[in-house]
């Protein structure tokens, strides 16, 4: 049995990769959109929304319990967005990039 394609692809998310699992219709869904939209221009993050409506598998696995939110590869949220922890996430998921990057220019350099 092979794996989902939407598995496959938040298996590659970078640390400030923003999927957000939604679906038309949801208010929830657009008051996290609305919450987040200022933080992921704040710290350089993407958005990838995804509507769960056009895939049995993901609504299936979602239903009701959008919006689902993931940071990277991890589930950061789900139903209502916590502003204050999803700026903390970020800022660490930055840091966490940041020192990658530094850590690669130093080798590269040595």
């Known amino acids: 049995m092979s ?9 590659g998310a970078g640390a400030l990769d923003v999927t957000l699992y939604t679906r038309p219709g949801c208010h929830l869904c657009e008051a996290a959109k609305a919450a987040i939209h200022p ?23 979602y239903g009701w319990d959008i919006p689902v939110l993931f940071l990277g590869t991890r ?6 967005i916590n502003v ?12 966490s990039v940041e ?9 590269k350099g040595a």
């Not at 409506?53 to 696995?61: I, N, P, S």
């Not at 020192?99 to 690669?104: D, G, K, T």
């Open 39 to 61: 933080l992921l221009a704040e710290f350089g993050a993407s958005l990838q929304e995804i509507n769960i409506d056009g895939d049995a598998v993901l609504t299936e696995r």
């Open 3 to 11: 794996e989902h394609p939407e598995d496959l692809r938040l298996a």
């Open 75 to 80: 589930k950061a949220a789900k139903h209502r």
């Open 84 to 95: 204050k922890q999803l700026r903390r996430q970020l800022k660490e998921a930055k840091e």
């Open 99 to 107: 020192q990658s990057h530094l850590v690669m220019v130093r080798k």
